[in-house]
């Protein structure tokens, strides 16, 4: 089974995080659903030209009614293969010519401050004297 879409020539994709999950009425509520479950994820956008859009649309159907997760394949910055999982896409017919647009599940970034909490740092503040 063909179940990943890869970007064959251009620059890295831009992924648009998507924010506003939790306000209710935002037009990105649906994201928190999909993204329900016991590990933290992010989901971001990323639209995307192609030849054949509606033909990357029935591969992710088909893939997605056998159970399989699509993927979307592409090169970082520094040229890396990367895969990301997709959960949604939608075929644009631009003028330009075809687009798809792809909604990626993303590995949340924690930032390395977030690993100590302030009560540490009052503690070494005052003194406080360990064993």
């Known amino acids: 089974m063909n179940n990943k879409i890869t970007i064959i ?4 994709p831009t992924f648009e995080p998507i924010e506003d999950s939790q306000v209710r009425g935002s ?3 649906w994201t928190a659903g999909i993204l329900e479950g016991p590990y933290l994820y992010t ?3 990323t639209t995307l030209r192609t030849f054949d859009s509606e033909t990357l ?3 992710c159907t088909s893939a997605w009614q056998q159970n399989l997760t699509m993927f979307l394949e592409y090169r970082d910055e520094i040229g890396l293969t990367k895969q990301a999982p997709i959960l949604a896409a939608r075929a644009l017919n631009l003028e330009e010519g075809d687009a798809i647009q792809l909604w ?12 100590f909490d302030d009560e540490d740092e009052a503690d070494k503040e005052e003194g406080a004297e360990g064993f």
Request: glycine share 4%; charged share 30%; hydrophobic share 30%.
């Open 9 to 12: 020539e251009g620059p890295t």
């Open 104 to 115: 990626i599940r993303q590995d949340l970034q924690l930032d390395p401050d977030d690993y």
């Open 57 to 59: 649309i029935k591969r």
């Open 43 to 45: 989901m971001a956008m």
């Open 27 to 29: 037009t990105t509520t």
